[in-house]
Structures are given as C-alpha cells and as structure tokens.
C-alpha cells in the first residue's frame, strides 16, 4: 500500500510540474479559447490549398493541460458550427450550416520561451450528415502555431481537416485555415 501511495504522489508531482511547464498554458490549468476558420476547398491540408470558399467555422474550446508520452499537450472538449453560403466549385456550400462537437488532443512538438508548434488529433460528431460527408461521425487533424501575448492570452494560427475516415462512401472533407484567441485561468 505504501509503494502504491508513493507512486500515486509521484505521479500527482510529476503531473504538476510538466503541467507548468506547459506551452500552451504557463502557470494555469484551464483555457477557454475562441476559433474563426475560412474554408478551403480541398482535401487534405498538405500541400496547402489555396481555393477558399464562402464556408467559415466557429469554434469554442475548454482545454486542461495533460503530457502526451512526456511531451505536454492539452486535452479539449470543443463545441463548433460551420456556415456555408451560396454555391462554388461545384458545392452548394450552404447546406453544410451544421454544428459539431468533439473531443481533441493537442501535443506541443517545438517551442521557445513565447512561441509553440502543436499538432493535434480529434473524433467528434456533426449534427447531419450529407453529400460531402456521409456520416456524423467525424475525425479531425489540426497544425497550430502560437505565440503568447502574455502570461493569460495566447494567439494561434491553424490549419484544421475534418472528415469520416472513409468510414462512409462520401468523403470530401471540411478544411479550414484560421486564427484562435486564447484566455488561460
């Protein structure tokens, strides 16, 4: 019993102190944040496409800091909307008004003392499904760069890919460029 209350202890420790360490966090342990992407209409995010259309995401997330096999990261609960307006490229983009919540992961791979470099991977549901997505399941991919304006406020610059996985015959995926607030407390 001493072993297992000496281990949890060290794990608690151990958990604290990569916690204020953390890129994304500093000192704090919680993050609320604010997201505006513009779609693209692409697939995937590498190479970067370059066709944007009139389909833009709204994004709110609660984030607590966590490690990722050591490296810190952040665990996020995340309510969003995408709206879609008119027709280009084929795409009658406003049936796509759907809103979607998931669950993420974002894992720092580079930072300096203001500045981090994030990579992050999600699963969620939309509301509907559709054409361009046939399932409500959803699997989401995101590249974050972010700068710390000061110990509570962060800006971050993404590129974020939603689709199914192919676990659905229709998969034309949802790709957004954006720019993120964040407030730690």
Same mark, same amino acid.
């Given at each position: 019993?001493?072993? %297992?209350?000496?281990?949890?202890?060290?794990?608690?420790?151990?958990?604290?102190?990569?916690?204020?360490?953390?890129?994304? @966090?500093?000192?704090?342990?919680? +993050?609320?944040? @604010?997201?505006?992407?513009?779609?693209?209409?692409?697939?995937?995010? &590498?190479?970067?496409? /370059?066709?944007?259309?009139?389909?833009?995401? /709204?994004?709110? +997330?609660?984030?607590?800091?966590?490690?990722?096999?050591?490296?810190?990261?952040? +665990?996020?609960?995340?309510?969003?909307?995408?709206?879609?307006?008119?027709?280009?490229?084929?795409?009658?983009?406003?049936?796509?008004?759907?809103?979607? &919540?998931?669950?993420?992961?974002?894992?720092?791979?580079?930072?300096?003392?203001?500045?981090?470099?994030?990579?992050?991977?999600? &699963?969620? /549901?939309?509301?509907?499904?559709?054409?361009?997505?046939?399932?409500? /399941?959803?699997?989401?991919?995101?590249?974050?760069?972010?700068?710390?304006?000061?110990?509570?406020?962060?800006?971050?610059? %993404?590129? +974020?890919?939603?689709?199914?996985?192919?676990?659905?015959?229709?998969?034309?995926?949802?790709? %957004?460029?954006?720019?993120?607030?964040?407030?730690? %407390?």
């Amino acid at each position: 019993m001493k072993k %297992f209350l000496a281990s949890l202890f060290g794990i608690i420790f151990a958990a604290n102190a990569v916690a204020a360490d953390n890129p994304f @966090f500093g000192k704090y342990e919680n +993050q609320l944040a @604010f997201h505006f992407g513009q779609g693209i209409d692409s697939g995937f995010l &590498v190479p970067p496409p /370059l066709r944007p259309v009139p389909f833009y995401m /709204l994004h709110f +997330q609660y984030s607590q800091p966590t490690t990722f096999f050591r490296v810190p990261a952040r +665990q996020s609960l995340n309510i969003g909307q995408t709206i879609g307006f008119g027709e280009k490229y084929g795409w009658h983009w406003d049936k796509y008004s759907i809103p979607m &919540v998931f669950i993420s992961e974002d894992v720092v791979l580079f930072h300096g003392k203001r500045w981090y470099y994030a990579n992050g991977a999600g &699963v969620g /549901l939309q509301a509907q499904q559709n054409e361009r997505l046939g399932a409500k /399941l959803l699997f989401q991919w995101k590249m974050i760069g972010g700068y710390k304006i000061n110990d509570r406020m962060n800006v971050e610059l %993404f590129m +974020q890919h939603f689709s199914n996985a192919n676990t659905a015959r229709e998969n034309y995926s949802y790709a %957004f460029y954006g720019l993120g607030f964040t407030y730690n %407390f």
